[in-house]
């Protein structure tokens, strides 16, 4: 077959770029969730709303970094060794009552605030106490501790007021544990997206039933209703729609009253059977439809009702892939995420592969990290087939090449972007 023939990318008209269609959304699309006030047992995975200031310092006050001994630093020698006498002991959780007396040094142990006048922590292991650690009278520091040696600063991290957490980025572990430090038990979030997931086609039949001759099983909802959840998203599973006009239109317009998202799968190309874009033509608008991007020619992006409507293509990996590159920055606008960037980020890696690639269309390709050689290099997935489910199992993220890109040599760099940077586990 000629390159001609067997080009799925013949279309009438120019196609538009993945990066136009970023921009748009970057400009038309904001946040449609009201916000809620969550504890922060709770909070992790949701999209911060508000910023989160420090009510105290951190740290608080002036502490131990190790256990040992604090003394003036003015009061020890440079250049030998120091005795002290031992007076006070102060744990985590007391604080001194009075200041550290000139030539004297007091036991302290990890995280204790120093006593007003400390300004020098020496390790209890390069200390020597007499008659013992547990009951110290003297004890010796070692030679060269100078001023903030084994001091944890006030506020050293962050100081009262400062603005720790910003909006629109989505809650990581780490994250809740600054509100936390940062004294706040609840956060203000974004209220979850309301998204419903629709898939089409008369050959689809749920996992579990028995199949009909010329049926299939249908995994495109399911993959998608999980990529949502992984935003965070409440998903609503709107079921399975069979190739009809009616059945299409009244699913979407139901959809359109209830969702604030809605994803469909599959007829949105350019058979007879596709119904989809006809039904949101008819029940409200298509924005877009058909982007110069493989996988995902036929993606959709409209409105209905009061919901934003995004339509992926039916084959498995275009479904998701561009679920991953198209329907995620609409996800990431619409519940607050403004924070996240609307292209996951790619690393730039060697190539250990060669591909030839068509000009003027953005392409992903599925590829994987080989180390074994040492230096990471990308492999490509054998096969880059749209209905080639298994090349998404076997791979660990897209290769990225841009519309100029006409084809990769092995050593090239290539612009590598693994999975985990675009959908949270
Ligand atoms: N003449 C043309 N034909 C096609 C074009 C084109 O430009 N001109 N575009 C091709 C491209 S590219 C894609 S992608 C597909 C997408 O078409 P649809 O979105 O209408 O998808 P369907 O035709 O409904 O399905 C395609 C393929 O995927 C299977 N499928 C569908 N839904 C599911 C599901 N839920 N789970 C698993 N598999 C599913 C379906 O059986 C088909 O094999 O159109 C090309 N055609
Ligand atoms: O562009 Mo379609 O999404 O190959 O497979």
Redesign the pocket.
Known sequence: MSDTLND?FK?PGALLRLDDALDMLAARLFPVVDTEDLPLTKAAGRILAAPVCATVANPRFDNAAMDGFCARAADLNADGPTSLAAVGRIAAGSAAEEPIAQGTAARIFTGAPLPPGADVVAMQEDCTAHPSLDAPQTVTFPAGLSVGNFVRRAGDDFSTGATVLSPGRRLRPQDVAMAAAAGHATVTVFKRLKAGVL???D??VEPGHPLGPAQ??????YGLMAALAALGAEVTDLG?LPDRRDATEAALAAAGRSQDVIVT???????G??HVVDAVRALGEVHVWRMAV?????TTLGTVGRAAFI??????V??LATFMMVARPVVLRLSGALAEPLFPGAFPLPAGFSFAKKHRRRQFVRASIDRAGGTPVVRLYPSQE??VLSSMIASDGLVDLREDCTGVAEGDMVDFIPYSSILPA
């Open positions: 799925c279309s898939s089409t086609g050959e689809i299939i099983y249908g995994s495109n909802r399975h799968s599959g007829g949105v190309s350019v058979g059977e596709d493989k996988p995902g020619k036929p339509g992926l293509p039916g084959y498995p275009s479904s749209p209905h």
